[in-house]
């Protein structure tokens, strides 16, 4: 596969850039437009704007497709404390903290502090997003539906492993919580099946739809 990667550096720090990730959430160039500026060539000018204020801009880039590296002693990106799952209302879900994405095999497909995840059942980059909730008019509220879900651990750390199963839901496991878009409610778990068919009535939980539908993926 060909490097979607892109690097922009300057002597204190490099961006880089995964167009196969972006969904264009946009918080780059609302934030910091005098560095990230679609409309200017290259687009990243971090030349334009202190180490401090590019990484804490990157670091709202909620699908990961920005990362930055520091040569000026300033610190690195760390995960929170406790890894957050959010369904967007009509899109994605976003996560965020310690996240490995593995296949059904064991194998990584990513291990990243922020991420976008398909939940529309269409994207063709799953289980990433790529936006195409929006082309199929996608509808899904950003709240949670009730729902019983094995707490964590004690003393599990603030990680989560997620495998999407064959044809079926995204399976999450670890410590972590699954809020809801508005922030006015988290639910703690160790264990949960998120839906990625876009059908079940119990979003962002899955409800066995996925079966009676025919999802492949």
Same mark, same amino acid.
């Given at each position: ?33 005098? %560095? ?7 687009? %990243? @000018? ?21 990362? !930055? ?13 406790? %890894? @957050? ?5 009509? &899109? ?13 095999? $064991? ?5 990243? #502090? ?13 289980? !990433? ?32 492993? %997620? #495998?999407? #199963? ?7 496991? &670890? ?14 778990? $160790? ?9 079940? &009535? ?11 539908? $025919?999802? @492949?993926?």
């Amino acid at each position: 596969m060909a490097d979607r990667t892109h690097h922009y550096r300057t002597d204190a720090i490099e961006v880089s850039y995964d167009t196969g990730r972006c969904i264009h959430a946009a918080e780059c160039v609302r934030r910091l437009p005098a %560095v990230f500026n679609t409309e200017r060539r290259p687009w %990243v @000018q971090p030349a334009n704007a202190s180490p401090d204020a590019i990484a804490e801009v990157v670091m709202r880039c909620p699908s990961g497709a920005l990362h !930055f590296t520091r040569f000026d002693g300033g610190a690195a990106e760390a995960p929170p404390e406790t %890894v @957050q799952i959010t369904p967007q209302p009509d &899109g994605p879900l976003y996560l965020h903290g310690d996240i490995e994405v593995r296949a059904p095999d $064991g194998s990584t497909i990513a291990h990243d #502090t922020r991420l976008a995840l398909c939940r529309c059942g269409q994207s063709s980059s799953k289980p !990433f997003c790529d936006n195409t909730h929006k082309k199929i008019d996608f509808h899904a509220p950003g709240t949670l539906a009730e729902k019983s879900l094995r707490p964590p651990e004690e003393g599990a750390p603030a990680a989560i492993v %997620v #495998t999407p #199963t064959e044809n079926g839901p995204l399976l999450v496991t &670890g410590a972590f919580e699954v809020c809801a878009a508005s922030g006015e409610m988290c639910m703690a778990a $160790g264990k949960a099946s998120l839906c990625r068919c876009g059908g079940s &009535g119990s979003k962002p939980f899955c409800d066995g739809t996925h079966s009676k539908i $025919g999802f @492949q993926g």
